[in-house]
């Protein structure tokens, strides 16, 4: 007899799963119906901004899988319908048609939560004016794209200074808008400790875009038409034709919480490593609804990426299937760039370390993406903690021009395996002069955070 899995949310995460499960399934063992709300399925979220940049020339080179393509695997993917409630004693979900508003009950033996992340959208006066957009799926994309295309504007405010705020500026700066940036925070990207921060705050400025921090808005002011004209603080109003929305994520749990499914501190539901929901045999839960665990910190945190989307989709798919895998946790591991500057976080920050009850050492050092004589070498400043007694290395985080980013998977590895700084010094890593100085920046870092253990110890 043929099982039945239903799985909620039809992206990252859910078609994973749900196409892992087939691999290992086919249609006669187990049925596949999967829901989505939205009109793609399988896409890449964070390529929205260079997208909406120009770096990427269509909507469709962001779509990994069409719903055609997971219909031809024999997964029955319903679009345009939003499961509004799980009974889990009934082992059964109610979905609506969006399109006729048609409700219906569907059982299961074996279920997939997959419901994603909502962006923070503050109750503000004139939040809803056209000309304020949120850009967290491929519809908001296009959104955003079709009223560019409609308006000739000239200044663009983004709300927010996180992964997104950074992106949409860099993205508004190429299509010629003057970008005012206003960040509540007192500095930008607040997953960098605020020294690193505030380098990322005086690059942008100097890219011509206009920074203003600790600011909170306070509401969203329109014209005769409307239409969005300006962005009000406390203290200003900073004019805007259009508005980018980048506040943050939060976990879309409230199906799960309504279900009595168990969540963590930050919202999002908890599982065991083979991402089943705690207490609950046949539910598992992956992507940016759920929680993970911290590998540094040993704790519970929320991380919104398509990469352990992914992974997750693939470790579920697998235990549905009959066969097995686990997801052990994240180091928080995190790249961007806002035009030429990368920027580039592993580990825990300041603040993580001191919320997590860990002394540590600091150090930060400016070196070159390559040998200092060679052509093209580009600044970085790479800042390491490192546990005060033991020098147990607890983050990384690096800001600098070509080159800088992708040096923190040096360092990802090494918190993974719980190396020391003195460890991390040791490293065989890949010389050149196009490609590093004789020691690597990581490396540099590294050895003074060395002397700092023995110094604090």
Request: proline residues 4%; contains cysteine.
């Amino acid at each position: 007899m043929s099982e039945r899995l239903v799985v909620i949310g039809a992206d990252a995460a859910g078609m994973s799963a749900a196409s892992q499960a087939r691999r290992l399934k086919g249609p006669d063992e187990l049925e596949i119906v999967a829901f989505e709300r939205g009109r793609f399925t399988s896409y890449s979220a964070c390529g929205i901004p260079y997208w909406v940049g120009g770096d990427v020339d269509s909507r469709d080179e962001l779509i990994a899988r069409t719903p055609e393509e997971h219909r031809k695997r024999s997964i029955d993917l319903r679009m345009r319908t939003e499961v509004t409630e799980i009974d889990v004693p009934g082992r059964r979900v109610r979905a609506r048609d969006l399109e006729s508003g048609e409700e219906a009950w569907t059982a299961y033996d074996k279920l997939v939560i997959a419901t994603g992340a909502r962006p923070v959208r503050p109750e503000l006066p004139g939040i809803d004016a056209p000309g304020v957009h949120g850009v967290q799926t491929l519809e908001d994309g296009q959104a955003l794209l079709d009223t560019l295309r409609r308006t000739r504007g000239e200044r663009a405010v983004v709300v927010g200074a996180g992964y997104i705020g950074v992106e949409m500026a860099e993205a508004l700066t190429k299509r010629g808008y003057q970008v005012t940036v206003v960040n509540a925070d007192p500095q930008p990207m607040a997953t960098l400790d605020p020294d690193m921060g505030a380098l990322v705050g005086e690059a942008m400025t100097g890219m011509g875009m206009e920074m203003v921090n600790d600011a909170e808005v306070t509401k969203i002011l329109t014209g005769e038409d409307g239409r969005v004209r300006a962005v009000a603080t406390d203290d200003a109003e900073y004019a805007a034709d259009i508005v980018i929305l980048g506040i943050g994520v939060r976990p879309n749990t409230d199906l799960a919480r309504n279900a009595g499914l168990p969540l963590g501190e930050h919202g999002g539901l908890l599982t065991d490593l083979a991402m089943r929901v705690r207490g609950h045999e046949d539910i598992w839960a992956g992507g940016d609804c759920v929680e993970v665990l911290d590998l540094v910190s040993g704790r519970e945190r929320h991380v919104a990426l398509g990469t352990h989307a992914n992974k997750h989709g693939q470790i579920i798919g697998s235990g549905v299937g009959g066969d097995y895998g686990t997801f052990p946790g994240v180091v928080g591991t995190a790249v961007s760039k806002v035009c030429d500057l990368e920027i580039a976080r592993t580990g825990l920050r300041e603040k993580d370390a001191r919320a997590a009850g860990l002394q540590y050492v600091t150090a930060t050092i400016e070196s070159t993406s390559r040998a200092g004589y060679f052509p093209g070498a580009a600044l970085m400043t790479v800042k390491m903690l490192a546990e005060r007694r033991t020098g147990r290395l607890l983050g990384v985080q690096i800001v600098g021009r070509e080159g800088a980013a992708k040096r923190v998977d040096i360092a990802a590895v090494a918190l993974t395996a719980r190396m020391t700084a003195e460890q991390l010094t040791t490293l065989d890593l890949g010389y050149a002069p196009p490609f590093s100085p004789v020691w690597d920046p990581v490396l540099v870092a590294a050895r003074k955070a060395v002397t700092a253990v023995r110094k604090g110890g």
